[in-house]
């Protein structure tokens, strides 16, 4: 079951000017093709000055020492909220790790911390080291019962692989409006029926709503920017706002954002 966070005010950001000119979004956006709410782009502003001027924490995103180390930009999300005293404000949120952790301050918590220390994901993982260096072994000797140990143990890999990924997936668990929960694995057989993509619950999009349904609060809108250079593909531009991955936010959004008034897709 998902662990509700006691209510808390701790990743609830003000925004810094008044607002008040601002017309609230009158539906949620349609987060697949959307044109960012001018609150989203406010929150979006005020997130990346705190990114450039942030002493809390490093991560390569290749802006200034591009030779130095691995590259690495990430996704960002914002989320305009309501809470239950009516304040208006937004939640941040980062794709997958950031600086090589889950938690820092300014961020709302991942759905399921796969990073926690002496977790069964690290057991496994090393397991599958284990597995790893003894077929590399073996492949510099080239004997017949050497190949037949490699088969043997490239089968076991596949199975405690397979076995880890699973039990991985049965660890998230999202929420909706109506406070429904559901598994991530129960999401995609009802979807499409079809397993999780790896990675699946740990966009930022999902992380929000998480949140934001943990504290009962009411999104209103949401918009994503990608942050850094992308040394993987030119379509990743710093500062440039993306709609929601279908292969992996698709199926969870179809669920978290259930009972909620969504634009419609555009044609």
């Known amino acids: ?135 590399k072994a073996l492949e510099e000797t080239k004997t017949a019962e050497s190949i037949a140990k490699i088969d043997e143990l ?3 890999r596949k199975k405690n692989s397979t076995a880890l990924q699973e039990k991985l997936f049965d660890q998230y668990h999202f929420l909706n409006q109506a406070g429904e929960e559901k598994s991530l694995r129960e999401i995609f057989q009802n979807y499409n029926n079809t397993n999780p993509p790896s990675g699946a619950g740990e966009c930022a999009a999902p992380k929000l709503l998480q949140y934001a349904f943990q504290q009962n609060m009411k999104p209103l809108a949401i918009a994503e920017f990608w942050w850094g250079l992308s040394p993987k593909s030119d379509f990743w531009k710093h500062g440039h706002f993306y709609p929601a991955c279908r292969e992996k936010c698709e199926p969870i959004l179809s669920h978290m954002l259930k009972g909620i008034e969504v634009d419609e897709k555009p044609e």
């Open 154 to 156: 490239q089968k076991l």
């Open 1 to 135: 079951m998902t662990q509700v966070i006691p209510p808390t005010d701790k990743f609830f950001i003000p925004f810094d000017q008044s607002i008040e000119a601002f017309p609230l979004p009158e539906r949620f956006p349609y987060p697949f093709d959307y044109e960012p709410h001018p609150l989203c782009l406010l929150a979006s502003a005020e997130l990346q000055l705190y990114l450039n001027q942030q002493k809390e924490w490093e991560h390569n995103f290749g802006l200034v020492d591009v030779k130095e180390r691995v590259i690495i930009g990430k996704m960002f999300g914002v989320l305009v909220v309501k809470t239950e005293q009516n304040k208006i404000g937004y939640l941040a949120a980062f794709s997958g790790k950031l600086a090589g952790g889950n938690h820092h301050s300014k961020f709302v918590p991942p759905v399921f911390d796969m990073l926690t220390e002496g977790s069964f994901l690290n057991k496994g993982m090393t397991e599958l080291t284990s597995i790893n260096q003894k077929i």
